[in-house]
């Protein structure tokens, strides 16, 4: 099942049925990534890592350190994910799909007509 991107009146279906999202936090600096499914008409988080901890980002309880990295599961399904384009961070949200690698989704939209202060992944292809 596909995955879409919107930002505004921008919209781009991606061919995967699941995802990392990745991003640099604002204020310490490291590094976070979750791991995404698309099942059914639901996205569900499958496994989540963030190198370090610090404001905001203590690791909840049964995370295990593994190469530097705080890796834990926790049970969370959600219809969407809204993902807040605010300039304030070291650098943009990437994400990751098995076949084309890591790219920041603001410049795929942005390239489309696309500029928002929201960027939204939901599950299905976008509606045209």
Request: proline residues 6%; contains cysteine; neutral net charge.
């Amino acid at each position: 099942m596909p995955i879409c991107l919107a930002a505004g009146m921008a919209a781009l279906t991606l061919a995967a049925d699941a995802f990392t999202l990745a991003w640099t936090h604002s204020v310490e600096r490291s590094e976070w990534q979750e791991d995404w499914r698309v099942q059914a008409a639901a996205l569900q988080l499958a496994q989540a890592r963030v190198r370090g901890s610090g404001a905001g980002m203590e690791p909840p309880e049964g995370a295990e350190l593994r190469d530097g990295w705080w890796v834990y599961r926790q049970p969370l399904t959600l219809p969407r994910l809204r993902l807040a384009v605010s300039g304030a961070t070291v650098d943009g949200w990437r994400l990751c799909t098995a076949d084309q690698g890591c790219r920041e989704p603001e410049p795929l939209l942005a390239g489309r007509g696309g500029a928002a202060a929201t960027i939204e992944i939901r599950p299905g292809a976008c509606a045209r």
